[in-house]
């Protein structure tokens, strides 16, 4: 179950986000105004020439002039910001994309804005709590639930934990292997029955 990479900004309590974070403004770059940008995205490929972003939380219109790629992020250029005076102003800023322009994930693909706040259920019926984070390492990704005490559980984002995510009943089924939580979790759980 694979989760992209693209962070909300808005309120998830009330539905879909209406911008996702794709990049970090880190500096001017060069003698025409172009910015060295971190990623926060999986799809560098749909920042290109002529696409609209948006800076800050403001979220001032910016359109892309140039692109191109160093190290581990990008070199924007955007129409409009010609100096390296005039790109200092956006320096530590915020990249954003608008929902309405991103394509749907894969089937069993998932954005990082859709599983936040689902109820994870184990799939004898226990509720464990509710996503609360995702991050990802290198071999899979790792779903952080929280229970109602706030303890924290990591599951693994893999087929034989993740059963099935229902966005439209906000709800994800697992199955939880051994030593997935630690024994104090289950006993407080037992004893709270009886």
């Known amino acids: 179950m694979p989760v992209k990479k693209e962070r909300p900004a808005g309120s ?49 219109e910016l359109k892309i002039r140039s692109k191109r790629t160093h190290l581990s992020g990008l070199i924007l250029g955007f129409e409009g910001i010609n100096t390296p005076e005039e790109a200092g102003q956006f320096r530590n800023q915020i990249l954003y994309v608008s929902t309405r322009d991103i394509p749907q994930p894969a089937e069993g693909e998932y954005f990082f804005h859709q599983l936040i706040d689902l109820l994870v259920v184990e799939d004898s019926g226990n509720e464990l709590g509710t996503l609360t984070d995702v991050f990802k390492t290198g071999a899979n990704d790792v779903y952080v639930v929280t229970d109602s005490t706030g303890r924290e559980i990591l599951l693994p984002a893999i087929k034989d934990v993740v059963k099935s995510i229902d966005l439209k009943k906000h709800r994800m089924v697992v199955h939880l292997l051994p030593g997935l939580v630690p024994p104090a979790t289950r006993v407080d759980a037992d004893e709270s029955d009886g």
């Open 12 to 60: 998830l309590k009330t539905g879909e986000p209406v911008f996702l974070a794709v990049g970090k403004i880190r500096r001017p770059h060069g003698v025409h105004g172009d910015l060295l940008v971190e990623l926060l995205t999986d799809f560098p490929e749909r920042l290109v020439e002529g696409k609209v972003v948006y800076q800050g939380e403001k979220h001032r």
